[in-house]
């Protein structure tokens, strides 16, 4: 079995044939490809001048009870974390879901918002239709459209909500709260009169981290404990044959294959198809938005605003990044003393270009427009990289054209998975994206 990809979905699978062995005395001969140089995929950390920086902004919230015991056993000590989110709008700090916290909100903006929940909810008929931009109307009403959730998603997905489903909404991905969780107009109303803040945790609230190595470690602990022999490194898989079950790598040797577990973008894997041209066309059915991200180590303390901050929502447009990130709140680890680290996210496509000029020194200039750092602030490292896939766009077609094209790789004996190989961005964090990669290998058997 050939595997591409050690993110979590290829070591999920490597670790499964491992356990099959182990368990039933099956040996399933393996060989895993991995273009980059390590293993972690999107949840490989980097370090740099004492600080690590995760590959975006990364929370465990499992699903699954194979997942939660397999990654305390890789993970010594967790650190546990009170999640504060929200976002940052009109100069304030709005709790997470903002739907139910627009108390915080200046009074126009308040009652803009609250003018249109109250005409969804008086409404004697709601329909969700058919794109992201119908569900967001219909169920929050125009001032939350138009002051948060339309700018919001169109920063983070890099296209516009006329473009996408809204199928991931309704999902629990990372955490209990719903994607995008409900609003009751009596209970906002109440939050209004009361002036009470209505946040999606408790006091009582935690997520896990690992206490050292960031998120990464997770996943070079795991890929350690697999065979070395059969991983390989710094070697992209750039064109595969279906009929001969061949994928020929960069450096121009070939790989023979029965079964192929592929985690690699789906738009790249239909691309590299040289035997089946019609399959290949739709590569272009399907819409990443890149991202760039920019980790900022910085001295001294956060400002007060951010002292407890997990990460941040940042709606307004004329700030780069959608989101950021306060890693150094995760854990005490991931920056010396003395100093803090954020990390910003800037997402583009096609539709959205990236800011103009130099994409580090725009973050640095929209944090200080944010007041969260000035010229007094020494910034002791930069760190930035610049990902293609980002985030796999749900656009309105995804399910229909997703079918298709599944089914027609698995009947040429290839199962593409996880976060960009799946495209599902509801199914998409580690746990998703490990799972993926362990019940392939079970339907693989299964069919044998």
């Known amino acids: 079995m050939l595997i591409c990809g050690a993110g979590p979905t290829g070591l999920g699978a490597a670790w499964r044939l491992e356990e099959q062995k182990n368990q039933d005395q099956r040996d399933t001969e393996w060989h895993l490809v991995e273009a980059a140089g390590g293993a972690g995929g999107m949840a490989a950390s980097e370090h740099q001048g004492g600080f690590i920086w995760d590959i975006g902004g990364h929370v465990l919230f499992s699903h699954y009870d194979y997942f939660d015991k397999l990654i305390d056993e890789l993970v010594d000590e967790w650190n546990f974390v009170k999640p504060v989110r929200g976002a940052w709008m009109s100069d304030r700090f709005v709790p997470f879901p903002v739907q139910r916290n627009i108390h915080r909100l200046p009074a126009d903006q308040r009652d803009a918002c609250l003018v249109g929940l109250g005409e969804v909810a008086g409404a004697t008929a709601t329909t969700s239709g058919d794109t992201l931009k119908d569900y967001l109307q219909s169920n929050f009403g125009q001032g939350l459209y138009q002051h948060f959730l339309r700018p919001l998603n169109r920063k983070m997905w890099a296209t516009d909500p006329s473009n996408m489903n809204h199928v991931w909404t309704s999902a629990r991905s990372g955490s209990s709260a719903q994607n995008v969780p409900s609003a009751d107009y009596e209970r906002i109303k109440n939050n209004i009169a009361s002036n009470k803040d209505d946040p999606a945790w408790d006091e009582d609230t ?22 070395s022999e059969r991983q390989q490194y710094s070697s992209k898989i750039v064109s595969i044959d279906t009929t001969n079950k061949a994928a020929e790598l960069q450096d121009g040797s070939t790989i023979q294959y029965q079964n192929l577990v592929s985690s690699m973008p789906i738009d790249t894997l239909l691309a590299s198809l040289s035997d089946k041209p019609d399959l290949a066309k739709l590569a272009t059915e399907f819409q990443p938005a890149g991202v760039d991200i920019v980790g900022l180590g910085l001295s001294g303390a956060p400002p007060a605003a951010l002292q407890d901050v997990c990460f ?66 020494e910034i002791l490292t930069k760190w930035h990289r610049s990902l293609t896939h980002g985030y796999p766009v749900p656009l309105v077609n995804r399910d229909s ?6 089914t027609e790789l698995e009947s040429a004996g290839i199962y593409s998975r996880g976060r960009f190989g799946g495209w599902i961005y509801e199914e998409s964090n580690q746990d998703h994206a490990f799972m993926q990669g362990v019940e392939a290998v079970n339907t693989i058997f299964e069919q044998s």
Not at 347 to 376: C, Q, T, W, Y
Request: proline share 9%.
């Open 401 to 406: 054209v997703l079918e298709l094209v599944q």
């Open 206 to 227: 935690r997520i896990k981290y690992p206490l050292n190595g960031g998120t990464g470690s997770i996943w070079k602990q795991l890929a350690d404990k697999l065979p």
């Open 312 to 377: 941040l929502y940042v709606p307004e447009e004329d700030l780069p990044f959608w989101r950021l990130t306060l890693l150094s709140n995760y854990s005490p680890h991931v920056a010396p003393q003395n100093s803090w680290s954020i990390l910003c996210e800037i997402n583009s496509s096609k539709d959205r270009p990236k800011p103009d000029g130099d994409i580090v020194s725009a973050a640095i200039e929209g944090l200080k427009k944010l007041g969260f750092i000035d010229d007094s602030i």
